[in-house]
C-alpha cells in the first residue's frame, strides 16, 4: 500500500469509461421537490466529488444515477457514449453491506454469483483473491465479516466494488465511518485501483473531497444546486499540506457554511 | 453446564415443595400423588412407558419434519410471487383462527387411529409459526442488500435463493424453536381424541384407571422429552445458522 499510481496495479478497463450526464431531474421527496430541473454530469475518466450538508440530497442523486431511486417523468440519465448505463455501474455505499454468512473471498465474488455466471471459476476468482492480498487481507480469505474489523470489512467491500470490473463506480462515504489512518490508506488504495475510471464520491468531507477529486461540487438549497465544479490538477491523491489547497479546503468550508444556512 | 445444573436444582427444589405439600396437608394420592410415588411408578412401569413414548416421539419428529418442509414451502411461494402473496396469505390467517383441537377429531376421521393423523395434528400445529416466521424473515431483508443485488444485477430466483433466504434463516430458525416447543401439543391432542397407543393414550387411560401416579409418570416423560427435543433443536440451529443474532440466541438461553 506504499508506491501510489504504479499503472500496473491498477485493473485495466477494456473500453474507456464513458461520462455521465444527469439532465433535467426531477423527484419529490415527500411531496416537495428534492431536485427540480438538475443538472449535473460526471467527467469521463475522473472522479467527481459532491459535498454538501446532510439531508440536502447528495446520496439521493448518487441513487438515482445507480437506478435505485424512480425519478419524475423528463429526468434523463444517460452515458456520454450513448449506449445503456445499467450495468456498467458499481456501487459502495455507507455500510460495507457484506453478507455475514460469506466469506471475505465469497463476499468480493457476490456479484458473479447473484448474475448466476458459470462458477466465477479460477480467474474472476484469482483476481479476487489478488485485490485482497493488494489491500492487506491475503490471511483473511475465509474470514467471515464478524471477525473482521471495521476498515478490513471496508476494504472487503471496495475489492467487491472493484471485482465487479464497471466502468463507473458511485461511492457514497465510503470511508465516513473509520478511523483517521484507515481512511487514509483505504484512500490511497481507491485511487490507485480505480485509476481512469468515471468515479462519483459523494462525502461530507471537505479535505477527502480535495484529495482524491478531479471536480468538486457543492450541493445546496431546496429543490436543490450544484454549483459550478472546482478544478484540481489530475494527481491524485494530494498532499493535503499544500498551501494552495489549505486556501481551497477554506474556500470549500465557507461555501459549504453557505450551503448549510441556505438549506 | 451450569444451565443444565441450575435447571436440575430448580427441578429438584419444586419436587421438595410438592413432597412437603402432600405430607403435610395429607392429600389422597388419587388426588396428587407424592412425587416419590410418581418417579417410583416411572421406575416400575418403565417397560410399559418407553413403547408409547417413543410412538409419541415418532408423531412429534414426523409432524415437525412436515410441518417445517411445508412451512419452508410456502413461505418461499409466498415471497416469490406476488399472486400467491394476495390470494393465500388471507386464507393462511383464517386458518390459523380455527383451533387445531377442534380439527383434531376431524382428522382422526380422516387419517384413522393410527400414526397419521397425530403426525397430521402437530403439523398444522406449528406450520403457521413457521410459515410466518420465515415469510416475515423472507420480507425483511436489509435493504441496503437488495440495492446492492440491484447494481449488480441480479436475477430474481438467485437474489431469493443466495440473499433473501439465508438472511432470513434467523427468523425461520425462531419459528422452528416455537414449532418444537409446540408440536408435542399436536401429537398429544391427536392422541386423547382417538388412540390405542402413545402418551397422550396412557394418561387418559391411567386417569379413568385413577393411576394418578402413572399419569404423572407419562407427563414427566413427555415434558423431558419436549424439553430435550427444543434444546436439541435449538443447539442444532446454532451449530448451523453460525450468523444468528446474539439476541435471539440469548433469549433461547434463558
Redesign the interface.
Known sequence: MTTISDPSRSRALPTSPPAVSVHAARLDYGGTPLFDELDFSLAAGQWTCVLGPSGVGKTTLL?LI???EEAAAGTSIAAGDGRPL??R???M?Q?D?L???LSALDNAL??A????EPDPGSERRSAAIELLKLVGLGGRLAA?P?ELSGGQRQRVALVRTLI?DRPVILMDEPFSSLDSVTRWKLQELAVELLAGRTVLLVTHDPREALRLGHRVHVMAGRPARLDRPLLLDPRTPRRLDDPALLTLESELIRRLAGAAEAA | MRSLLRALLVFAGLCLVWQVFVTVTGIPPYLLPAPTRVFAALIDRADFLLPHALLTLAEIALGMLFGILLGGFSALTLARFAPARRWLLPVLVVSQAIPVFALAPLLVLWFGYGLASKVAAATLIIYFPVTSAFYDGLRHTERGWLDLARVMGATGGRELLLLRVPAALPGFASGVRVAAAVAPIGAVIGEWVGASAGLGYVMLQANARMQIDVMFAALLVLGLMAVTLYYAIDAALRRFIPWLPESLTASSKE
Open positions: 441513487r445507480a437506478g435505485l445499467a450495468g455501474v458499481a456501487w455505499g455500510q453491506l453478507l455475514p454468512w457476490l456479484g454469483r447473484l448474475r448466476g467471515r464478524a465487479e
